[in-house]
Structures are given as structure tokens and as C-alpha cells.
Nanobody, 125 residues
Framework: QVQLAESGGGLVQAGGYLRLSCVVSESTVNTYNMAWFRQVLGNEREFVAAIRGSGVETKYAETVRDRSTISRDNGANLMILEIYSLKSEDAAVYYC??????????????????WGQGTQVTVSS
């Protein structure tokens, strides 16, 4: 079973920079599609960004496309999400997820099989 663990959340100022990390337990991490989602209490889980095993193909939600970067370091079993120019609406619990490389990159949470526990991001004005 693949295990994922997020880190890097906390209190960040509006307009600031956020860097989240996701460590994956599997050494074959480069075969998985991986993604970040976020969720605000009472709302559905929302897609943020996704990346192929090779790191070549990426996908972003419209809300973060111009101010975020998703990347991965397969040698370190690591996936990174960077968001710049943080907005109040970026506040949420952020989850990393992994899914089969046999599927195209997806914005649907149902396409991902394994999830981390989440890390809280709070944005102060």
C-alpha cells in the first residue's frame, strides 16, 4: 500500500509564498500520477494540480494556473507544490494523492487511489 505524507502547511500571509511537500513511501513513485487537492470544511475536495510520473506532463486548476508550480523528485520520492501570491481563497486543507499511470492526468478525486492525511494552510490578511 502506498503511503503519502504532506508537510509545509501553516500560516502564510496573503501575497506570500507556499511550498508543500509530499513524501511517498514507494520507491516506484515515478510510475504514479500524482496530484494535489484542497478542501475547505463543508465543501467538496477541489483539484489543484497534477503531474505525470515522468514530470513532463502537468495540469493545473484555473484558480492557481498562473501562480503555481507542481514538480517531483522521483529520486527522493517527493512531490512539491509551490503557490505564489497567496490569496485568502487558497486557505484549505491540502492533500496529496497518487493514482495509476495507466490513466490520463485527471482533475477528479476518484482517479486517485491513495491519499495523505492533509496539511492545513491558513492565509492571513
Amino acid at each position: 500500500q502506498v503511503q503519502l505524507a504532506e508537510s509545509g502547511g501553516g500560516l502564510v500571509q496573503a501575497g506570500g509564498y507556499l511550498r508543500l511537500s509530499c513524501v511517498v513511501s514507494e520507491s516506484t513513485v515515478n510510475t504514479y500520477n500524482m496530484a494535489w487537492f484542497r478542501q475547505v470544511l463543508g465543501n467538496e475536495r477541489e483539484f489543484v494540480a497534477a503531474i505525470r510520473g515522468s514530470g513532463v506532463e502537468t495540469k493545473y486548476a484555473e484558480t492557481v494556473r498562473d501562480r503555481s508550480t507542481i514538480s517531483r523528485d522521483n529520486g527522493a520520492n517527493l512531490m512539491i507544490l509551490e503557490i505564489y501570491s497567496l490569496k485568502s481563497e487558497d486557505a484549505a486543507v491540502y492533500y496529496c494523492a497518487s493514482g495509476s499511470f495507466r490513466q490520463p492526468l485527471s482533475e477528479s478525486a476518484h482517479a486517485y487511489d491513495y491519499w495523505g492525511q492533509g496539511t492545513q494552510v491558513t492565509v492571513s490578511s
